[in-house]
Structures are given as structure tokens and as C-alpha cells.
């Protein structure tokens, strides 16, 4: 069964909503414990870009799969 391109994207971006909501609390307790020290403004412009790099990789990886799997 092949995943429409609408569906590909919606698992896309639940998945990673799901992993930024994962990457907040790890990357806070990360920076505690190892000292380093970030503006909250530098941190959510590390958790945008990569949810902006994870989103384009889990939906071009999803569609990847769904073409070779037919």
C-alpha cells in the first residue's frame, strides 16, 4: 500500500513536533549539565533549525520509501 504525498507529510510533521517537544527538555538538561550557557533565543533558533533540517529529511526518507516499495 503506497502513502499519498498529503499523508507523508502529516506523518512528517507529527513525527517531528513529537521529537521537538523531546529535543526541549533533553537540550535544556544537556546545557545544564555540561555548562553551557545559551540565550533562550539562541536555543530555539538551534530547535528550528533542526526540525526544519529533521522535517525535510523524515519526509524525503517517507517518500523514498513509499516509491520503493511499489
Given at each position: 500500500?503506497?502513502?499519498?504525498?498529503?499523508?507523508?507529510?502529516?506523518?512528517?510533521?507529527?513525527?517531528?513536533?513529537?521529537?521537538?517537544?523531546?529535543?526541549?527538555?533533553?537540550?535544556?538538561?544537556?546545557?545544564?549539565?555540561?555548562?553551557?550557557?545559551?540565550?533562550?533565543r539562541e536555543q530555539l533558533?538551534?530547535?528550528?533549525?533542526?526540525?526544519?533540517?529533521?522535517?525535510?529529511?523524515?519526509?524525503?526518507?517517507?517518500?523514498?520509501?513509499?516509491?520503493?516499495?511499489?
Open positions: 500500500m503506497s502513502q499519498s504525498r498529503a499523508t507523508s507529510l502529516i506523518e512528517a510533521v507529527t513525527n517531528v513536533t513529537v521529537g521537538f517537544g523531546l529535543v526541549l527538555v533533553v537540550q535544556a538538561m544537556l546545557f545544564q549539565a555540561t555548562g553551557i550557557k545559551a540565550s533562550l533558533g538551534l530547535y528550528i533549525a533542526f526540525t526544519v533540517l529533521s522535517l525535510a529529511r523524515s519526509y524525503v526518507l517517507r517518500r523514498v520509501f513509499t516509491r520503493l516499495g511499489r
